[in-house]
């Protein structure tokens, strides 16, 4: 991902006040096709492949 791509996505997700409200928005169209819906464990791995972590937002 690109570092355009970074800053759009923090200002999205820096929004939110609890970690599962990011993953919500950020995964609204995947987590309907999966049996599981684990949005902050996906948003916390999401966001540890670009080295970042909810706190750091």
Do not use: H
């Not at 997700?13 to 609890?18: A, E, K, Q, T, V």
């Not at 950020?26 to 949005?39: C, E, I, K, P, Y």
């Not at 966001?47 to 706190?55: C, Q």
């Amino acid at each position: 991902m690109k570092r355009s791509g970074i800053q759009g996505l923090r200002s999205r997700i820096s929004r939110c006040f609890i970690r599962a409200e990011a993953g919500r928005l950020l995964f609204a169209v995947s987590r309907t096709q999966r049996g599981s819906t684990n949005d902050a464990d996906r948003l916390r791995k999401y966001l540890g492949k670009f080295g970042l972590d909810w706190t750091n937002l």
